[in-house]
């Protein structure tokens, strides 16, 4: 099973940017559908973002489409998170997924489809 470990968060301002990271380690991510969830405060954790596991498809959520980009290097074995244009609603924990997809290139958005989850990185933004 892959282990994922994100950083890069903190505090920004209103219209200010983050890059999170995501690093795995115990398996290569050549094989993994990678996704980008967040949890704000007494609400349920949202998909935000996926990429396929060759990096040729993503899906954003609305809320993000346009501000954020996912990424994925496969040879370094981190997925990224570019964060722009943050927004107070921004603020949350955040958490990168796995998917085990040796023969797709399908993304998706459902939580019960990754096995493998990150500790989180939190995101603040001031307004």
């Known amino acids: 099973q892959v282990q994922l470990v994100e950083s890069g968060g903190g505090l920004v301002q209103t219209g200010g940017s983050l890059r999170l990271s995501c690093a795995a380690s115990?398996?290569?991510?050549?094989?993994?559908?990678m996704g980008w969830f967040r949890q704000a405060p007494g609400k349920d954790r949202e998909f935000i973002a996926a990429i396929s596991r060759d990096g040729g498809n993503t899906d954003y959520a609305d809320s993000v489409k346009g501000r954020f980009t996912i990424s994925k290097d496969n040879a370094k074995n981190t997925v990224s998170l570019q964060m722009n244009s943050l927004e107070p609603e921004d603020t949350a924990d955040y958490y990168c997924?796995?998917?085990?997809?040796?023969?797709?290139?399908?993304?998706?958005?459902?939580?019960?489809?990754?096995?493998?989850w990150g500790q989180g990185t939190q995101v603040t933004v001031s307004s």
């Open positions: 997924a796995a998917r085990w997809a040796p023969t797709s290139i399908a993304t998706t958005r459902r939580r019960g489809d990754y096995g493998s």
């Open positions: 115990g398996r290569t991510l050549s094989f993994y559908a």
